[in-house]
């Protein structure tokens, strides 16, 4: 069992940045594959970013290359997603997830537990 706790959330002007947080609990953070979605009123959750067991792989939403960076700590059982250049279009609640997989790291379906999400709000 993983629990997640994300913070680091808020409201921002657009150019703006925020770091997100996700603490997890329990002994085995380090064999998960772990991941960054969105989720606008409205809209499907989607992909934002996912990073390996031992932060050598990333992926991204193709809309937020170049301006967000996901890393993690496995000593502190620490995720992080450092959002540049926020746009209104990132405006979303922000989950973060665990997968003890990780074979379908860009689908919802391939995450195994979910934080309960922060609110990030870009202004224009």
């Known amino acids: 069992q993983v629990q997640l706790v994300e913070s680091g959330g808020g409201l921002v002007q657009a150019g703006g940045s925020l770091r997100l947080s996700c603490a997890a609990s329990?002994?085995?953070?380090?064999?998960?594959?772990m991941g960054w979605f969105r989720q606008a009123p409205g809209k499907e959750r989607e992909f934002v970013t996912a990073?390996?067991?031992?932060?050598?792989?990333?992926r991204y939403l193709d809309s937020v290359k170049g301006r967000f960076t996901i890393s993690r700590d496995n000593a502190k059982n620490m995720v992080y997603l450092q959002m540049n250049s926020l746009k209104p279009e990132d405006t979303a609640v922000y989950y973060c997830?665990?997968?003890?997989?990780?074979?379908?790291?860009?689908?919802?379906?391939?995450?195994?537990?979910w934080g309960q999400g922060t609110q990030v709000t870009v202004s224009s």
């Open positions: 329990g002994r085995t953070f380090s064999s998960y594959g």
């Open positions: 997830a665990a997968s003890r997989d990780f074979i379908a790291a860009m689908s919802p379906r391939g995450y195994n537990y």
């Open positions: 990073i390996g067991r031992n932060g050598g792989s990333t």
